[in-house]
């Protein structure tokens, strides 16, 4: 009796916190029928804040796959690289997850903002950070940096090091054994963490919203105009940009679901 009221009682948790709201966001998005809802899309600051949603995602998942998968290797193989520096950098890779990202936009500011010794240095050469796009693809980073590293490392402490020093020894270059040895076994962990930080990009609000000044048509992503029209009581519009960056995410997790029961299979 007890186990089948906890079981009904996470379902409900379970429903109120992602079914109905998503419910209640499909419904308002369609509130003024197909017409509402291809207005709410096609609107040139809806168009430009995907494209640059777009774009963020893409850089951002790029840099984090390359350095993402470097630092796990560094934190698991590099034997030069003392126990209580590995500890250190472990633990700052998981300040993203302990620090508000509204507070990593607000460093990114205080270090790179205009009035900033560096940031007044970049714009002197024609490369701003705060307000632009550089500063909005740093701020997400801050925040994905760590799904990259902690879906690789496991991997790695789990294959051990016997057969990548086996390659080494009969003479296999670093790349030769990376491609050949390492990245076989690690490929569906960095694909986890591609999807991951894809659907995490795509929703990130705080810290994008601190260093791109959610300017339309120059610094906004479909999250901060999401924010813009629930403000401007735009709700059908608000909806229907919510509705693109749920149905995303959502088919990105079930892509990662069917990923994983391939992965069974083989």
């Excluded at 007890?2 to 209640?24: D, H």
């Excluded at 369609?30 to 494209?51: C, N, T, V, Y």
């Excluded at 949603?53 to 193989?77: E, H, K």
């Excluded at 076994?185 to 705080?206: C, D, P």
């Amino acid at each position: 009796m007890i186990r089948k009221l906890w079981i009904s009682l996470t379902y409900a948790v379970f429903g109120l916190l992602i079914i109905i709201p998503l419910i209640k966001i499909f419904t308002g998005s369609w509130a003024d029928g197909l017409i509402g809802f291809k207005e709410a899309l096609l609107r040139p600051q809806s168009l430009h804040a995907l494209m640059m949603t777009g774009i963020i995602v893409v850089v951002v998942t790029l840099l984090n796959t390359l350095f993402g998968v470097m630092l796990a290797l560094y934190l698991v193989r590099a034997e030069w690289i003392g126990p209580k520096i590995k500890r250190l950098l472990n633990s700052l890779v998981d300040l993203p997850f302990a620090v508000s990202p509204v507070i990593g936009g607000l460093m990114i500011v205080l270090l790179l903002g205009p009035n900033t010794v560096m940031g007044a240095f970049f714009e002197d050469i024609g490369f701003k950070v705060v307000y632009a796009l550089p500063g909005m693809v740093l701020a997400t980073l801050f925040v994905t940096f760590p799904l990259m590293v902690r879906e690789v490392m496991p991997v790695l402490q789990e294959i051990g090091a016997q057969q990548e020093e086996a390659a080494s020894t009969l003479g296999a270059y670093s790349w030769y054994t990376f491609w050949k040895v390492t990245w076989p076994s690690i490929r569906w962990g960095v694909i986890y963490g591609v999807v991951l930080t894809v659907a995490r990009s795509l929703g990130e609000f705080g810290a994008v919203l601190v260093v791109s000044g959610n300017i339309m048509n120059k610094t906004q992503t479909a999250t901060t105009l999401v924010y813009q029209d629930v403000e401007n009581f735009n709700v059908v519009a608000a909806n229907g940009i919510a509705l693109v960056l749920a149905a995303f995410s959502v088919g990105l997790l079930l892509l990662m679901e069917w990923a994983k029961k391939r992965k069974e299979v083989h």
